[in-house]
């Protein structure tokens, strides 16, 4: 399996975050919590000044302790879902369809996706009408979004036989527990992808934040120096639905 799909897919998130779609007004479960903090990491610095004035005024509207900043902001959609709030559930995925065996597979996704989801809360920050604190739970919304719908096991899911209702997105396909062949001991082939393939560590949940992020600064530097801007001559393609129907390729290409 190729390395540069899913790193590929980590620099273009992180580079559609830092660009002017978080810029207020306009004229714009997922990657592990380490992987949406290292999107955000690589994103922090290219803020141009507009969105990171906007940045600084809105984050701290949403008084959340777990994510009290920028490079934590993007795991907020999966902490409040931790939580409880499942109204969003949906915001995290699409459904592109697809099946290798024949086994028939519904036509038409549901309609609140997540580009869906990227491109209403875009919305909503480009909007004159809309309150600051509606801002704020938007740009936290899109930073996670815009991550998820560059994460292939969220664009779509396989039908099979064996699994005739989907296997919801790879969470259903299981993993052995064998250290040689996953060492990280992911429970299934979505959370391989999630940690994309052992790039993002699991932090213990009792380290302190401060470390958390000085290390995930550490693999954003390390990602960027790899793959540079340069190396993406794609990355302005600005349609979420087309970042996801990538996704569905890849899907069928690289992650099964």
């Not at 207020?24 to 990171?52: C, F, K, Q, Y």
């Not at 994510?67 to 592109?96: E, K």
């Amino acid at each position: 399996m190729q390395i540069n799909p899913r790193l590929r897919a980590i620099a273009a998130a992180a580079l559609l975050v830092s660009t002017a779609s978080l810029s207020v007004p306009a004229p714009v479960r997922a990657w592990s919590a380490t992987g949406h903090m290292t999107i955000d990491a690589i994103a922090e610095p290219r803020l141009n000044p507009n969105a990171r004035k906007n940045v600084e005024r809105l984050i701290p509207l949403v008084n959340d302790p777990r994510s009290p900043d920028f490079i934590t902001a993007g795991v907020w959609m999966d902490d409040i879902r931790a939580d409880g709030v499942r109204l969003y559930d949906r915001w995290h995925y699409d459904l592109l369809a697809f099946s290798p065996d024949g086994t028939p597979f519904p036509q038409e996704p549901h309609a609140d996706h997540v580009a869906w989801a990227v491109a209403q809360n875009a919305q909503t920050l480009r909007s004159e009408k809309a309150s600051d604190a509606e801002k704020a739970r938007s740009l936290r919304f899109l930073m996670h979004t815009l991550g998820d719908a560059h994460n292939p096991v969220h664009a779509g899911t396989r039908f099979t036989k064996e699994n005739p209702k989907g296997d919801s997105g790879a969470n259903d396909f299981a993993l052995e527990e064998n250290p040689t062949t996953n060492p990280n001991q992911y429970k299934n082939l979505h959370a391989m992808w999630d940690g994309a393939l052992g790039t993002f560590p699991r932090f213990a949940r009792e380290m302190p934040r401060t470390e958390k992020e000085e290390r995930v600064r550490k693999i954003a530097a390390t990602l960027v120096a790899k793959y540079p801007e340069s190396s993406f001559p794609e990355i302005r393609e600005t349609d979420p639905q087309k970042w996801v129907e990538e996704g569905g390729k890849l899907l069928v290409s690289d992650v099964y």
